[in-house]
């Protein structure tokens, strides 16, 4: 399906489907010494209406644990954006090891329908996952 959408004076003709449902790796480290989980999968699912320019998606599991975490869009021109609103971090148990989850988000370019996320983990933000293809410039909402 494809759609017209706004991004500024530029329109980008979006290749994203309303829903979906799909698994990202998380195989690279941008901050930390070591990963607090070694190539994360991790399952997310949005559902995003275009007309109203409103949507929801959620980190449903990690390596199959399920997490259900829900975040929210970040109005992103060009770009299908979220972010979680853990009100602080919180402790999960993925593959029998307690970790701290702390900020998660997922990017889906309207473009080309590509698809990235990174996690924050631990109390401190001391450890940060994402994709191969998470743009590092991103990397900076995770201090907000």
Same mark, same amino acid.
């Given at each position: 399906?494809?759609?017209?959408?706004?991004?500024?004076?530029?329109?980008?003709?979006?290749?994203?489907?309303?829903?979906?449902?799909?698994?990202?790796? /998380?195989?690279?480290?941008?901050? &930390?010494?070591?990963?607090?989980?070694?190539?994360a999968?991790?399952?997310?699912?949005y559902?995003?209406?275009?007309?109203k320019?409103? &949507?929801?998606?959620?980190? #449903?599991s990690?390596?199959?644990?399920?997490?259900?975490?829900?975040?929210?869009? /970040?109005?992103?021109? &060009?770009?299908?954006?979220?972010?979680?609103?853990?009100?602080?971090?919180?402790?999960?148990?993925? #593959?029998?090891?307690?970790?701290?989850? #702390?900020?998660?988000?997922?990017?889906?370019?309207?473009?080309n329908?590509e698809?990235?996320?990174?996690i924050?983990? #631990?109390?401190? &933000?001391s450890?940060l996952?994402?994709?191969?293809n998470?743009?590092?410039?991103?990397?900076?909402?995770f201090?907000?």
């Amino acid at each position: 399906m494809q759609q017209q959408t706004q991004n500024g004076s530029v329109t980008v003709e979006n290749t994203v489907p309303s829903s979906a449902t799909f698994t990202v790796t /998380l195989s690279k480290l941008l901050k &930390g010494t070591s990963p607090v989980i070694a190539n994360a999968k991790c399952e997310f699912t949005y559902i995003w209406d275009f007309t109203k320019n409103t &949507g929801i998606a959620h980190l #449903n599991s990690i390596d199959n644990c399920i997490v259900n975490i829900t975040l929210h869009p /970040l109005g992103i021109a &060009g770009y299908l954006d979220f972010m979680s609103d853990l009100q602080q971090p919180t402790s999960y148990v993925i #593959n029998g090891q307690r970790v701290v989850l #702390n900020r998660i988000i997922l990017d889906i370019n309207l473009a080309n329908n590509e698809r990235s996320a990174a996690i924050m983990f #631990n109390n401190d &933000g001391s450890v940060l996952e994402a994709t191969d293809n998470f743009d590092a410039a991103s990397a900076s909402r995770f201090t907000k």
